[in-house]
């Protein structure tokens, strides 16, 4: 296109590579000395060791004893679970935030602006740990719990939240109920006899939800038991300190997003759409979000993969993520400082690029519905 | 017709901006808070909701907080013990460097601020000379007064280094460092050497996809494993390092964004005037780009100044560090509000400050184009 690189220039490029691969090489003996100094090896066997510690939450059955490639699929559910609630209520509350931000009330659009300017402006590190120490922290012990909606209950252990516990019925139904909810936004783009099914399909999810309705045995409350809350599930004090700093920190951003890309949507759009005769309501969701939506994607996209990374700053309130179990204590106690370190920037990286693959995905179709 | 309709509007504009300050305070009044029924349910849902949150929160921080005194005893009211803050902000500010030579940070915060206004200014006139300034003769003065050892100044390990001070230093060492090897990653990136723009897209993907703590850890616990046998490096370097390579992909990004805003008939041109690539680069696309990229520059410096704090995970002693190590004090527990409420507002005065300075630039540099 300008000017072609000169050959010298072309053989320089293999100078630059020759000196990167003779550091690793330096690098890598030097560390194969260190690493022989101490009598060990490097690998990934000690995956199959078996552990002496207990991880405080989890989501798939873990006992003491179970090995470190178990301890790893339950820190990966850990973190990803985090990751998971932390988007989907980041997204939420940006998206109101944003809203608000554009609104004609005065108040409205200044609360969301000294929101934003607060929260972007203070380390994510500051915050998780203020919802942590200074408000989970000084909430009161199990016997004075806070009653909240629903039968949950809040303490300083955490929130306990009533369960859904499943009859003998529920082991066919819920699965029934799961393929139906999945099976839903594919049913949505069908068409019977020339005619899309449209938002037909959520028939399907509410007899989804009627199966899973059905299934239900009986409900079981957290209550008071000696000193302690017995039944019902326990959400414990490190996953919401962890799960509020998180969201809200990237809510001030997608906020921010969301102002910019409804106002990228041009004038002339919105005013045809009300010349047309639509409603308020219906240009806002028919013609300017979904405009405003193709403009947000990219960003969002960036902002998701900061939202996992961050799960990493579990490790400051001892949420039993990835990092702080990996980076803590298996490390501590293996001593294979490159192969955890290694494992850790692998999976991050795999996650995020799975993520942003699927954003990808998603950022494609919609541009293609539009056009 | 067109007479009357210049009537019709006059009388119009005459409604709107009636004569009195009062009358037009109601105007305003009406117009953004009570617009329409919604407007107002969502004013009066506001100010409830102000109601609600704003006198206990006055009443702790203002009315019924103590700040004199020196011990805990002296905390006798219900609000907020801002004492436990004054007695601790030598501690806050400067760590555990020896008191009786806070002067020299003292002397070194004057300086940069010195040479930053002259470089944060519009139209000063040899801006790029105090941009040197800032960058060779400041960090040797700043090294020689905070480590000392030389010319009568007593030696003062980084292990003592701490607060606010080190959240500063680390932030000026990682920003003078990655901006110069961000703008090298980003011509590489947009390189036609084939190798070059490999290695300089694999570098800034690996850095962006992985999270700063592991960076961080990888510097202070993989780092040693990597040196010949007694060669060690300072913790602090370690991490500083660590910062700077970590950034230099953030930075490469945002210089990217703004080199693809010059127009590539610059480049063209002087390419035709026959200056070599690095020249074009240097002298013609660069100083553009720049111009272009300062806001986004300055975000990345107000991320990676909150980023900062966390070098407290892997045991350093910034201002976060020493809120926690304040707290630990048995004779002042029980203060993690006040704790961490100061430090969330001292960091908030200085990014609000960087990014009110990043918009204004972005105004000025949209208003000029």
Same mark, same amino acid.
């Given at each position: 296109?300008?000017?072609?690189? =000169?050959?010298? =220039?072309?053989?320089?490029?293999?100078?630059?590579?020759?000196?990167?691969?003779?550091? $690793?090489?330096?690098?890598?003996?030097?560390?194969?000395?260190?690493?022989?100094? %101490?009598?060990?090896?490097?690998?990934? /066997?000690?995956?199959?060791?078996?552990?002496?510690?207990?991880?405080?939450?989890?989501?798939?059955?873990?006992?003491?004893?179970?090995?470190? &490639? %178990?301890?790893?699929?339950?820190?990966?559910?850990?973190?990803?679970? !985090?990751?998971?609630?932390?988007?989907?209520?980041?997204?939420?509350?940006?998206?109101?935030? &944003?809203?608000?931000?554009?609104?004609?009330?005065?108040?409205?659009?200044?609360?969301?602006?000294?929101?934003?300017?607060?929260?972007?402006?203070?380390?994510?590190?500051?915050?998780?740990?203020?919802?942590?120490?200074?408000?989970?922290?000084?909430?009161?012990?199990?016997?004075?719990?806070?009653?909240?909606?629903?039968?949950?209950?809040?303490?300083?252990?955490?929130?306990?939240?009533?369960?859904?516990?499943?009859?003998?019925?529920?082991?066919?139904?819920?699965?029934?109920?799961?393929?139906?909810?999945?099976?839903?936004?594919?049913?949505?783009?069908?068409?019977?006899?020339?005619?899309?099914?449209?938002?037909?399909?959520?028939?399907?999810?509410?007899?989804?939800?009627?199966?899973?309705?059905?299934?239900?045995?009986?409900?079981?409350?957290?209550?008071?038991?000696?000193? @302690?809350?017995?039944?019902?599930?326990?959400?414990?004090?490190? *996953?919401?300190?962890?799960? $509020?700093?998180?969201?809200?920190?990237?809510?001030?951003?997608?906020?921010?997003?969301?102002?910019?890309?409804?106002?990228? #949507?041009?004038?002339?759009? %919105?005013?045809? $759409?009300?010349?047309?005769?639509?409603?308020?309501?219906?240009?806002? =969701?028919? !013609?300017?979000?979904?405009?405003?939506?193709?403009?947000?994607?990219?960003? *969002?996209?960036?902002?998701?993969? @900061?939202?996992?990374?961050?799960?990493?700053?579990?490790?400051?309130?001892?949420?039993?993520?990835?990092?702080?179990?990996?980076?803590?204590?298996? *490390?501590?106690?293996?001593?294979?400082?490159?192969?955890?370190?290694?494992?850790?920037?692998?999976?991050?990286? =795999?996650? @995020?690029?799975?993520?942003?693959?699927?954003?990808?995905?998603?950022?494609?179709?919609?541009?293609?519905?539009?056009? | 017709?067109?007479?009357?309709?210049? &009537?019709?509007?006059?009388?119009?504009?005459?409604?709107?901006?009636? &004569?009195?300050?009062?009358?037009?305070?109601?105007?305003?009044?009406?117009?953004?808070?009570?617009?329409?029924?919604?407007?107002?349910?969502?004013?009066?849902?506001?100010?409830?909701? $102000?109601?609600?949150?704003?006198?206990?929160?006055?009443?702790?921080?203002?009315?019924?907080?103590?700040?004199?005194?020196?011990?805990?005893?002296?905390?006798?009211?219900?609000?907020?013990?801002?004492?436990?803050?004054? !007695?601790?902000?030598?501690?806050?500010?400067?760590?555990?460097?020896?008191?009786?030579?806070?002067?020299?940070?003292?002397?070194?915060?004057?300086?940069?601020?010195?040479?930053?206004?002259?470089?944060?200014?519009?139209?000063?006139?040899?801006?790029?000379?105090?941009?040197?300034?800032?960058?060779?003769?400041?960090?040797?003065?700043?090294?020689?007064?905070?480590?000392? /050892?030389?010319?009568?100044?007593?030696?003062?390990?980084?292990?003592?280094?701490?607060?606010?001070?080190?959240?500063?230093?680390?932030?000026?060492?990682?920003?003078?460092?990655?901006?110069?090897?961000?703008?090298?990653?980003? *011509? /590489?990136?947009?390189?036609?050497?084939?190798?070059?723009?490999?290695?300089?897209?694999?570098?800034?993907?690996?850095?962006? /996809?992985?999270?700063?703590?592991?960076?961080?850890?990888?510097?202070?616990?993989?780092?040693?494993?990597?040196?010949?046998?007694?060669?060690?490096?300072?913790?602090?370097?370690?991490?500083?390092?660590?910062?700077?390579?970590? @950034?230099?992909?953030?930075?490469?990004? #945002?210089? %990217?964004?703004?080199?693809?805003?010059?127009?590539?008939?610059?480049?063209?041109?002087?390419?035709?005037?026959?200056?070599?690539?690095?020249?074009?680069?240097?002298?013609? #696309?660069?100083?553009?780009?720049?111009?272009?990229? #300062?806001?986004?520059?300055?975000?990345? !410096?107000?991320?990676?100044?909150?980023?900062?704090?966390?070098?407290?995970?892997?045991?350093?002693?910034?201002?976060?560090?020493?809120?926690?190590?304040?707290?630990?004090?048995?004779?002042?527990?029980?203060?993690?509000?006040?704790?961490?409420?100061?430090?969330?507002?001292?960091?908030?005065?200085?990014?609000?400050?960087?990014?009110?300075?990043?918009?204004?630039?972005?105004?000025?540099?949209?208003?000029?184009?």
């Amino acid at each position: 296109m300008i000017r072609r690189p =000169s050959p010298r =220039s072309r053989a320089a490029q293999w100078l630059l590579l020759a000196a990167g691969v003779a550091v $690793a090489w330096y690098l890598g003996s030097q560390a194969a000395v260190n690493i022989g100094r %101490r009598h060990a090896t490097f690998g990934f /066997g000690f995956l199959a060791d078996s552990t002496n510690f207990d991880i405080p939450f989890r989501l798939i059955p873990w006992e003491v004893g179970d090995t470190y &490639g %178990r301890a790893l699929l339950v820190c990966v559910l850990n973190t990803l679970l !985090v990751s998971a609630l932390s988007i989907v209520a980041a997204t939420l509350l940006g998206l109101m935030v &944003g809203i608000m931000r554009l609104s004609a009330n005065w108040l409205v659009r200044n609360v969301a602006l000294g929101f934003i300017e607060l929260v972007r402006n203070t380390p994510q590190l500051v915050q998780i740990i203020f919802w942590y120490v200074a408000v989970l922290q000084t909430l009161p012990g199990p016997r004075q719990s806070i009653p909240l909606p629903a039968g949950s209950l809040l303490n300083v252990r955490g929130l306990y939240l009533p369960s859904l516990e499943p009859g003998a019925a529920a082991t066919t139904l819920w699965p029934i109920a799961g393929i139906l909810l999945i099976a839903t936004p594919f049913v949505w783009r069908l068409t019977w006899r020339g005619l899309p099914l449209g938002s037909r399909a959520l028939l399907l999810a509410l007899l989804a939800i009627v199966l899973y309705v059905i299934g239900i045995d009986h409900i079981d409350y957290p209550q008071l038991r000696g000193f @302690n809350i017995a039944g019902g599930i326990q959400v414990i004090p490190e *996953l919401i300190a962890l799960w $509020a700093g998180l969201s809200i920190y990237a809510s001030a951003f997608i906020a921010e997003i969301v102002r910019a890309a409804i106002l990228s #949507v041009h004038k002339g759009q %919105r005013e045809a $759409a009300l010349s047309l005769g639509l409603r308020p309501r219906q240009v806002l =969701s028919k !013609v300017v979000l979904p405009q405003a939506l193709r403009v947000m994607i990219p960003p *969002l996209t960036s902002q998701y993969l @900061n939202i996992i990374k961050s799960s990493s700053l579990g490790a400051a309130v001892a949420y039993p993520e990835l990092f702080q179990i990996f980076a803590g204590t298996v *490390l501590q106690q293996t001593a294979r400082e490159i192969e955890t370190m290694f494992l850790l920037m692998a999976i991050f990286l =795999s996650i @995020n690029l799975a993520t942003s693959a699927l954003m990808n995905w998603y950022n494609r179709r919609i541009a293609l519905v539009g056009r | 017709m067109s007479e009357a309709t210049a &009537g019709q509007r006059l009388t119009v504009r005459r409604n709107f901006e009636p &004569g009195t300050p009062g009358a037009r305070i109601i105007e305003w009044t009406r117009r953004n808070l009570f617009g329409s029924a919604l407007n107002t349910l969502l004013t009066i849902l506001v100010l409830a909701l $102000a109601a609600l949150i704003l006198p206990p929160l006055i009443r702790w921080g203002v009315t019924q907080a103590t700040l004199h005194g020196t011990t805990r005893a002296d905390c006798t009211g219900d609000g907020a013990c801002w004492t436990f803050i004054r !007695v601790r902000l030598p501690l806050f500010f400067y760590g555990r460097y020896p008191p009786s030579d806070y002067w020299r940070v003292d002397l070194v915060a004057i300086l940069l601020v010195a040479c930053c206004v002259p470089v944060l200014r519009e139209r000063m006139t040899h801006r790029w000379l105090w941009v040197i300034l800032l960058l060779t003769l400041f960090p040797a003065l700043a090294a020689v007064l905070l480590w000392g /050892g030389i010319f009568g100044l007593d030696y003062v390990d980084t292990t003592l280094w701490g607060g606010l001070m080190l959240d500063f230093i680390v932030a000026f060492v990682t920003v003078a460092g990655s901006l110069p090897l961000g703008i090298l990653l980003a *011509l /590489g990136r947009r390189s036609q050497l084939p190798i070059v723009r490999t290695l300089s897209m694999g570098y800034i993907e690996l850095w962006r /996809g992985v999270p700063l703590l592991t960076v961080l850890f990888i510097s202070a616990v993989l780092v040693p494993l990597f040196l010949p046998q007694g060669v060690s490096v300072d913790r602090l370097l370690r991490a500083m390092a660590a910062l700077v390579l970590f @950034n230099a992909a953030y930075m490469a990004e #945002v210089v %990217r964004g703004g080199l693809q805003g010059v127009d590539h008939g610059q480049e063209e041109a002087a390419h035709t005037l026959g200056l070599h690539w690095w020249h074009v680069q240097a002298f013609v #696309v660069l100083p553009q780009a720049l111009r272009i990229a #300062v806001p986004g520059i300055i975000n990345t !410096v107000v991320d990676l100044f909150k980023d900062t704090t966390l070098v407290t995970i892997i045991g350093l002693f910034d201002l976060l560090g020493a809120v926690e190590q304040a707290l630990k004090d048995p004779a002042w527990l029980g203060f993690a509000k006040e704790g961490y409420a100061f430090a969330a507002l001292i960091f908030f005065v200085c990014c609000y400050a960087m990014s009110a300075y990043g918009r204004s630039m972005e105004r000025r540099l949209s208003r000029d184009q």
